[in-house]
């Protein structure tokens, strides 16, 4: 179906002007003001510049493929038209509310329009942006029409190399500071490719080409690469696996060494966070039980071992944390069979709101007075011992000494090691159950709980079982999280962290275990390492649901059988087959 000219233009100008009310949006949340503090590429151009940037070349993009026509040869005259007038509308958009700015006070409306946000988006004043937003917003629709334009094989190595350029952007002062502590050559190497707020020019050209150059490699000689992986003799493969485990354990054990206890602790939140999601995943990822109620089960491992090894007023006993764990573990175990027992026949919406409501019973009474004298109340416990690695005999001791002395996991660098091998130690656990008879059981009764009853799978134990191991999860998250910060209030577990493990799942992949790290570092560890914009982070929380939902439904790092589902796929098969295999 041919496209009218009118329709044409009136096409691009809607999506320019959408673009530019997101662009205006931004700045009157004050995100481009806040970002602008931070170089993509140094002394040239702003996080808050990119972010305006983008909204002018998505517009292009998208006015350039509504311009297409799918069953025609693509009309390059049309789609540049297309492209143009929707960056030029967003620049002139952004204009007129630069003119509004200065004709009506917006701050007794939005308190983020301060005058250094105008001051900023005038270039420090004068009459150049006049020109310049349109300029610039006419050079984005024709550069985001140029990429549309581009054959599949250069368009996505080109798109590739950009987002992982911004993404090195981002954390260049991560890797500065990895690599600032090296050697000599490896210092100057640092200070060539990354600057102090940003990437250097120089830097950001050597990735954006490495990283095509790369991307083009492996697009044309990937299936030979694999082929030639495969006639590899099995022996030969097994030693590059163990080679290449080999070296990720290097890194992971000489991380904290060369990164400092910032980093450090970004990665044990990370870890916490993975070890909830993997918990919450065998509920909700292999069983189907969405549990909002999550985190008091996390609060339960916290303040079990907070009771049992605190040398303040409310510790019970002063045992070592090593055996602390397992009696939190347990008693977290427990109350996952507590909660279960209620909600066993609660199905869909109505299980979320029952386990919401556990889980903000649980928050309120280990902070309420009623409960003062048992857990501290408002003021939580504290004096929390720290783990430590002494003698045998110390170990069996029933009262430990407030002095450690062996080793001891006192600061963020030596809890790293501990939350990192807790969460190797349970994604290898649920690993192990995604493949056993329970696991292939939790599969069933997620497609369809009375189908898996016909076939002769027992719902009661198998539901139970799964909010048993799946709080036994969070309640060794608790435990870490408990030493981490020497001490627990009940204000730290609040709804949002059950949220927060419920995006990252979503995100990652759901009953995807690849994917709850993946989703963990994507929704936690990347907001933790940007704190100067992490005030915006419900809203990246949003637009990252949104963007998933639309583009990868199925998560960063699908599992199999969601692939196969959004595939159109018939599940029918899969069911009958995981359903029998549970039976036998």
Request: net charge positive; glycine share 10%; proline share 4%.
């Amino acid at each position: 179906m041919m496209i009218k000219k009118e329709n044409l233009i009136w096409i691009a100008i809607k999506t320019g002007l959408l673009s530019g009310v997101i662009a205006i949006f931004l700045c009157l949340i004050g995100m481009i003001e806040v970002f602008s503090k931070r170089d993509v590429i140094e002394h040239i151009i702003t996080l808050g510049d990119f972010i305006l940037l983008v909204s002018a070349v998505s517009a292009g993009i998208i006015a350039a493929r509504a311009a297409s026509n799918p069953d025609q040869e693509k009309q390059p005259l049309k789609n540049y038209l297309a492209g143009a007038l929707a960056g030029l509308t967003t620049g002139i958009l952004i204009i007129a509310f630069i003119g509004l700015s200065q004709t009506i006070n917006l701050r007794s409306v939005f308190l983020s329009a301060s005058p250094s946000l105008f001051k900023l988006l005038t270039f420090k004043g004068g009459t150049s942006w006049i020109w310049i937003y349109p300029s610039i917003g006419l050079a984005s629709g024709l550069l985001g029409t140029t990429l549309f334009l581009l054959p599949e094989k250069f368009r996505q190595p080109i798109t590739r190399a950009i987002f992982i350029t911004f993404l090195m952007a981002l954390f260049s002062g991560l890797f500065r500071v990895i690599m600032i502590n090296r050697a000599g050559s490896i210092a100057k190497l640092a200070k060539y490719l990354f600057g102090q707020t940003g990437l250097t020019l120089s830097g950001a050209t050597i990735f954006f080409v490495a990283i095509i150059a790369i991307s083009m490699f492996w697009t044309a000689r990937s299936k030979n690469l694999q082929e030639g992986f495969s006639r590899i003799p099995k022996a030969g493969q097994t030693s590059l696996r163990v080679a290449l485990y080999v070296l990720l354990a290097y890194v992971v054990i000489m991380l904290p060494q060369v990164s400092g206890p910032f980093i450090a602790q970004v990665v044990v939140i990370v870890s916490l966070y993975a070890l909830m999601g993997l918990g919450l995943n065998i509920t909700l990822g292999f069983a189907g039980l969405l549990d909002l109620g999550f985190v008091a089960f996390f609060a339960v491992g916290a303040y079990t071992v907070g009771l049992l090894t605190s040398y303040g007023i409310f510790g019970l006993q002063h045992i070592p944390f090593w055996v602390a764990v397992p009696i939190a573990v347990l008693v977290a175990m427990m109350f996952g069979a507590f909660l279960g027992l209620p909600v066993l026949g609660v199905r869909g919406d109505y299980l979320a709101i029952a386990t919401l409501g556990f889980g903000e019973i649980v928050r309120l009474l280990a902070g309420s007075d009623f409960l003062a004298p048992f857990f501290g109340g408002p003021q939580g416990i504290i004096g929390i011992q720290k783990p430590c690695l002494g003698t045998l005999g110390e170990f069996l001791k029933v009262d430990v000494p407030r002095i450690c002395n062996g080793i001891e996991f006192g600061g963020p660098k030596e809890i790293y090691y501990l939350a990192v091998a807790s969460a190797i130690l349970v994604a290898f656990i649920a690993l192990r159950l995604q493949k056993s008879r329970l696991g292939r059981a939790w599969m069933a009764i997620r497609e369809d709980e009375d189908v898996a009853e016909a076939l002769g799978i027992n719902l009661i134990q198998t539901k139970l079982l799964a909010y048993m191991l799946g709080a036994a999860f969070a309640g060794l998250g608790g435990a870490i999280f408990t030493v981490l910060v020497g001490s627990i209030f009940a204000t730290s577990m609040q709804l949002i962290v059950s949220i927060n493990v419920v995006a990252l799942i979503i995100v990652g992949g759901m009953g995807s275990i690849p994917g709850v790290i993946v989703g963990a570092i994507a929704l936690i560890g990347m907001p933790e390492l940007l704190r100067e914009v992490s005030e915006y982070r419900f809203l990246f929380y949003g637009a990252a649901l949104i963007m998933m939902m639309l583009a990868k439904p199925e998560g960063l790092w699908p599992s199999q059988a969601t692939l196969r589902e959004l595939h159109h796929e018939d599940p029918g098969e899969d069911l009958d087959v995981a359903s029998s295999q549970a039976k036998a």
